[in-house]
């Protein structure tokens, strides 16, 4: 059974920095795609950031430069970077691993940033 565990999240100040995880497990993480997405209140869930098998990256335009994702295939870990925090970050961050058809995501963790 994969699982995927999300933590990290937390209350920031404004220009602030997290750092997210993602713990995966039951699968074979290093061949899957890792993506972070979010999703705030009355808001369409996300994409914020990408990360193939072969560690090709991809931001989305309102985080490029302050976000910088990564993974450690021997962990089975991903991560998320999140500096220079702005109000409009706040949301529940979802980690999501894909291969094909396989699909799976993690519970979400809460990110606020408010002064």
């Known amino acids: 059974q994969v699982q995927l565990v999300e933590s990290g999240g937390g209350l920031v100040q404004p220009g602030g920095s997290l750092t997210l995880s993602c713990a995966v497990s039951?699968?074979?993480?290093?061949?899957?795609?890792v993506g972070w997405y979010r999703q705030a209140p009355g808001s369409q869930r996300e994409l914020v950031a990408s990360?193939?098998?072969?560690?090709?990256?991809n931001y989305a335009d309102s985080v490029k430069g302050r976000f910088t994702i990564s993974r450690d295939n021997g962990k089975n870990m991903a991560y998320l970077q999140m500096n220079s925090l702005k109000p409009e970050d706040t949301a529940v961050y979802y980690c999501n691993v894909h291969l094909y058809q396989y699909d799976y995501w993690g519970q979400g963790t809460q990110v606020t940033v408010s002064s």
């Open positions: 039951g699968t074979i993480f290093g061949v899957f795609s």
């Open positions: 990360i193939t098998s072969t560690s090709v990256i």
